[in-house]
């Protein structure tokens, strides 16, 4: 036989009491204000909550905050914002009263099927019902069976072209917008939406540094990522990451715009000095109203991965100019690339196959050399050898075995 509940309420003056309540190993205390007779019911309702086990609202209120991620740190406010949406709207209403170690897999399973959002409530049920086991208030491992969710895929938002970019470098600034003009830069140099937005004046400096290619010094401008700014937490100095953390140049054609924006800002000052939600839509009208294809303000930092990667950027050096670990998510989720570069690509393995009338691209490489506009139109030689790397094909992209030189 369990232990016997057993607790007490002891006055500590000014209506004020402490409450301790025991029920076998387990323990509960906390201090309440308010009447005696109030005390003794709130104690009674500790007793019922120790015995049956907390319920998975009193869970998601006040033991999940405090639980730690994946990653070992506290969940960001960004993802709480978007955990609390679940759980309020899908999830507690049906399952909010129920004991956690009560509820069942057909009960989790049904919620997630009827929510608005299935993929998004799986995600957020996930994470608490997974806290709650590994504290010990769950007899199985929720989700340890298969829960199969819809998820519609739209069509993706291709980032911005070259041309595109270089067409916003030069329509953006004369808006007059320093912190359109300063996001635009900073997004473009490969920083994250709250990265971008947490860029102080005293992250960005010119600086020298030795060129590998040239063999001397050269100028550039670096900008440090020591914080980030999101509209629920304000500006944290910490970044999603350890490899976030970094100083990285910002891009070549936006330099000078950037200093201009630089010009009388306090070292403390943000050169994005606005909120997420007032970024995105003026972002939106403005780059619509100067005629540019208008896309999300987040999607400047898949336009960079996605030139850099087009003009031959080592994967190792723009996953670090990035803020990653691993090339994993570059490929997955940021790089995006346009028709006009598969189309290049396409030519060159017609090239490599020896197809006739197809012609390569200008400027792609053939057999190690590049097509000049005389040939564009000429049939595709039959290569003997085909070089492989920098200056020729890299046979891992285009799935053709290829010697590396001629025998």
Known sequence: MGKKPTGCVTPLGGGRYRIRVQVGDKVAQETFEGTKAEANRRAGQMREGLVRGPTLREWWEDGFPKTLSVRGTPRSLVTMRGYRNQMERAVLPTLGDVPLAEITHEQVASVIGAAGSPSSCKRALSAVLRSAYDAGLMPERPLSRRVPV???????????TAQEASQALAEIPTLGDDALTAYLVLGLSGLRREEAL??????????????????????????????????????????????????????????DLLRGVLEGKALDERLVPLRGDVLYPRWMRETKRLGLRPIPPGLLRHTSDTLAITAGVAPDVNDKMHGRSNHTSTYMHYLRIDPGVMEDASRRVSAALGCADAGPATGAPVNGTYADESRSGAPCPRPAALLVGREGFEPSTLGLKVPCSAS
Do not use: C, F
Not at 238 to 253: D, F, G
């Open 150 to 160: 819809h998820v519609d895929h739209r069509p993706q938002t291709l980032p911005w």
């Open 198 to 255: 947490g860029v102080r004046a005293r992250d960005v400096e010119d600086v020298s540094a030795w060129s590998v290619s040239e063999g001397r010094d050269v100028e550039t401008m670096l900008v440090t990522v020591a914080g980030t700014y999101t509209d629920e937490g304000g500006w944290v100095p910490r970044a999603k990451n350890e490899q976030s953390l970094r100083r990285v140049p910002v891009i070549y054609a936006g330099r």
